[in-house]
């Protein structure tokens, strides 16, 4: 079982577990240290490290930004403490988001002839209304038939979001940070453009559960190539923590400390 996860996702954008139960499921999944990264999201958190319950809660963010090859790419914030200017980007995506939600909504709710009865406020996403589909009693997808039938890319009822630049996002990022971090590399249309970009940033996500055979060659020669610092999580979006992540040693080369050091 990993030390640390590094990429969670919570309630407060499009995961299902409670930032007020990550402590209790991190000590029941056998992890010391998670980092929340939610979907353009900060914390209520005091600080940019806390320590929560005998676990250590690191304040993160996940930031899709969009680059010069059209391709849109996630960051990984870590040790967040919000500048105006990463305030005034993530303003400006909550507003995108719910009026993107509304859309997608409206599609599935006019091509179905159903209403999913979803609340749409700030952090809302897709898995939100995959969820509400997958649950809807007369509805024959289940959620990962929304995604592949309704939602996803390419997908009827698609819509895409509005992203900051690659070069804004990673300037935000990089002022608000200790550490910014290329999130699951080898999941892009173009991973190798997608890890190019990596000499612009501190780490990449090495450890990341692909759900598949993976080469992680190209990630590890980017992390020597570019002297960079390795970051790892489960990207979990449920109530179970700790499927991939970083040693004890891993987690503490990236010197994420409470006391304000790195």
Known sequence: MPYADLHVHTTRSDGSLPLEAVPEVARRDGVDVVAVTDHDRVQPFDGPVVERDGVTLIHGIELRVGTDASQRIDLLGYGLEPSAE???????????????????????????????????????????IARAIDAHPTIEYDYQGAFDHLIGSDCPCYVPREVPSFERGRAALAESCRLVSLAHPLRYRDPEQALALTADLDAVELQYPYGRDIDRTPVEHAL???????????????????????SRGAYERLELTADGTN
């Open 86 to 128: 990463l305030e005034a980007i993530l303003e400006s995506i909550q507003e995108n988001r719910m009026e993107r939600g509304r859309a997608i909504v409206d599609c599935v709710e006019s091509r179905l002839g159903v209403d999913l009865g979803v609340t749409i406020d700030s952090g809302f996403g897709r898995p939100h």
């Open 224 to 246: 020597e190539r570019h002297d960079l610092l390795a970051t790892g999580g489960s990207d979990a979006h449920n109530e179970r923590l700790g499927i991939d992540g970083l």
